[in-house]
Each structure stands twice: as structure tokens, then as C-alpha cells.
């Protein structure tokens, strides 16, 4: 009975997983492919390369590992598919190049926007985004192609290590975990310390002097305004809303799979699958994390979402129908004298001398 408590306990843990990364597999690709599509029919965005790049790397990991992790078998997923040596070694070179194509992609991205952001009139200080991005991918070559270096996967009774916490990168994991987590981390936290720095010197500048005084009125509102308020802020408080969720996102997701790199295989093979799909999180929260925080995206998101909708039939308002308004408008325009106001009153006709208006009337 014991055994039987156990088993199901198990099979729903084990359900409960494969249902939450399903649901993380589709945001990640619906999330990302909408923001794909609205960000390369937005023109002004200032780092529209970046975000395509970061899009199109989320979904080539959505497309590649993410379903890897769902079919295969434990330790590298949550299914029951064994995968054999060839698959192996692709699912390792695939783990290897893009989850540092993504942690560097972040990094380029905060480092293009504490530039847009500190140094804006500074065009030259900002290198190519080609040239970043190709840098960025030739790293991620580099850190794939160690994978291959590694040990050979091992023969069907063991555990095919076809991961990169399983052993897949032999003695190298420890230079993997310092190029893709560890340098895109302190690169991240530099440009975005920077941008919240530069905030918050802003915020903390006195406003200007008016050119001259201006007088104030003696009513409450005026009494009121003078005094401090109740609840000091901190400057540059909102400024550090979206420095505070990308660090605060990074770490969240990478860290704990840094941390199992640094890790024996054998240990980090235990929890390799919840600490992997916690990675994993990562690129479906990238599209609402660097997408609807930004104003440009979110009012062309609203765009296409009203051309997409059907719109409701217009109604005709019915107005009253008068039958004088009816008989005017059989009848055409009114004659009226040339002379004079059209509301002016008729006059009199001509009379003889001696005669008055109240006299005609009373003949």
C-alpha cells in the first residue's frame, strides 16, 4: 500500500511537471513569435536588431531543446523517449550554443540601451549591432563546440549524458559556466547599475528657477502645495523598476543553473530537470520583460490587436421625423428680402401723410 501511496505521488508529481512545461514551451513560442511580429512592423524602435535576435533565439531554443526536454528521458527531460548517440550529441551541442547565444544576446541588448540612454548624442561611442550580434554568435559557436570535446555518450544501461549538467562537457564545464552566465551577468548588472545611477542623479538635479515671480493665490490648494509630502519617495524610484526586473529575471532564471555547472555531475544530474526548465522559463518571459515594457511596442500591440478583432456594425441613429420640418424641406428654401437681417420684421407699406401704423389698424 505503501509502494502503491508512493508510485502515485510520483506519477502526479511527474504529470504536474510535463504540464507546466507544456505550458511554458507555448508561451515561449507564442509570446515570442507575437513579439517577433510586432517589433519588425514598429519602425522607430531604437534596438529593434537586438530584440529580433533575442525573438529569434527564444525560438530556436523553443523549437529545439524545449521539446528535447519534454520527450526525453530522465535525467536530461521529463518523457520517456531514450534518445541515442547521435541525437545525444546534438541535444548537447544545441544546450551548449544556445543558452550562451541567449544570456549574451540579454547582455548586448542592456548594454545597447545604457547607451542609447547615457550617451545619446554620442553615435560614435555605439559599435554595430551586426558586429555585436556576430561576436555574440562566433561565443556561442566556440561554447557549442566545446560540447563535442566532451565524453562520448555512455552505452544504454547508464545515463546517455547528453546534457550539459550530466557531464557532457567534461573538465570543461566550469569555463562554460564562466563565459555564459558569469560574464553576461556582471555585463548586465554594469549596464543597467549605470542606467538606474543616471536615474536617479537626474531625479535628485533641483528643477530649474522660474525666469520670474509668479504670483500665488491665497486659497487652500495654494496653502496646501507648499507643504512637504507625507510620504517621501525615493529619486529615481521608477527608474529602477525596469533595471531591478531584468537583473532580478536573470538571475532568477540562469543562477541556479550556473550554480549546478559549477556543480559534480553527479549532483547536479539529480536536479537537473527542475533546474533546467527554470532556465528554460527564461525565454517566456523574455517577451513581456523586454517587449510590454516598452511604450512603442505596447501601442502597436493595441494597433494590430484592433485590425486583427472584428469590428462592430455601425447603427444609425433614427431622428425624429416632424411634419412642419417635412413640409419645409418638400418646399425648398424660403424667399426672403434682400435687404436686412433674415429675422428682421416686415414693413409697413407706404401710407399717406398724416397717417399711422396704429391708425390703419384700427380702420
Known amino acids: 500500500m505503501a509502494n502503491t501511496t508512493v508510485l502515485n505521488t510520483s506519477e502526479v508529481a511527474v504529470s504536474a511537471g510535463l504540464i507546466l512545461a507544456a505550458v511554458v514551451e507555448a508561451a515561449a513560442l507564442l509570446g515570442n513569435g507575437a513579439l517577433l511580429v510586432v517589433v519588425l512592423r514598429t519602425p522607430g524602435l531604437r534596438d529593434t536588431l537586438y530584440l529580433v535576435h533575442l525573438c529569434v533565439v527564444d525560438l530556436l531554443a523553443a523549437a529545439s531543446i524545449m521539446p528535447l526536454g519534454l520527450l526525453a ?199 537537473e530537470a527542475p533546474v533546467t526548465w527554470v532556465a528554460y522559463s527564461a525565454f517566456a518571459v523574455h517577451p513581456f520583460l523586454y517587449g510590454l515594457l516598452q511604450r512603442p511596442v505596447r501601442r502597436a500591440l493595441g494597433r494590430l490587436a484592433r485590425r486583427a478583432l472584428p469590428q462592430p456594425p455601425r447603427t444609425c441613429t433614427l431622428r425624429a421625423w416632424h411634419l412642419p420640418t417635412f413640409l419645409q424641406h418638400l418646399q425648398g428654401p424660403s424667399l426672403r428680402p434682400a435687404l436686412g437681417p433674415p429675422g428682421a420684421p416686415e414693413q409697413a407699406p407706404d401710407l399717406p401723410e398724416g397717417e399711422n401704423l396704429s391708425m390703419t389698424g384700427a380702420t
Open 73 to 271: 528521458a530522465p535525467p536530461l527531460g521529463l518523457g520517456r523517449v531514450r534518445l541515442g548517440p547521435a541525437p545525444c550529441r546534438a541535444a548537447r551541442f544545441l544546450s551548449a550554443a544556445l543558452l550562451p547565444a541567449c544570456t549574451l544576446g540579454v547582455a548586448a541588448l542592456g548594454l545597447a540601451r545604457y547607451r542609447l540612454i547615457v550617451h545619446p548624442l554620442r553615435p560614435g561611442a555605439r559599435p554595430p549591432p551586426g558586429l555585436v550580434l556576430t561576436a555574440v554568435w562566433a561565443a556561442a559557436g566556440l561554447l557549442g563546440a566545446l560540447s563535442l570535446l566532451g565524453p562520448p555518450p555512455a552505452p544504454p544501461p547508464a545515463p546517455p549524458r547528453c546534457s550539459v549538467l550530466a557531464g557532457g562537457l567534461g573538465p570543461f564545464r566550469p569555463l562554460w559556466a564562466l563565459l555564459a552566465f558569469a560574464l553576461p551577468a556582471l555585463l548586465l548588472l554594469g549596464a543597467y547599475g549605470g542606467i538606474f545611477l543616471v536615474a536617479r542623479r537626474a531625479a535628485l538635479r533641483p528643477p530649474r528657477p522660474a525666469r520670474g515671480p509668479r504670483p500665488r493665490s491665497d486659497s487652500l490648494d495654494s496653502r496646501l502645495s507648499i507643504l512637504p509630502p507625507l510620504r517621501p519617495r525615493l529619486p529615481g524610484g521608477k527608474a529602477a523598476l525596469a533595471p531591478a526586473l531584468a537583473v532580478g529575471q536573470f538571475a532568477a532564471c540562469w543562477l541556479p543553473y550556473g550554480c549546478a555547472c559549477l556543480a559534480p555531475a553527479e549532483q547536479a544530474a539529480v536536479a
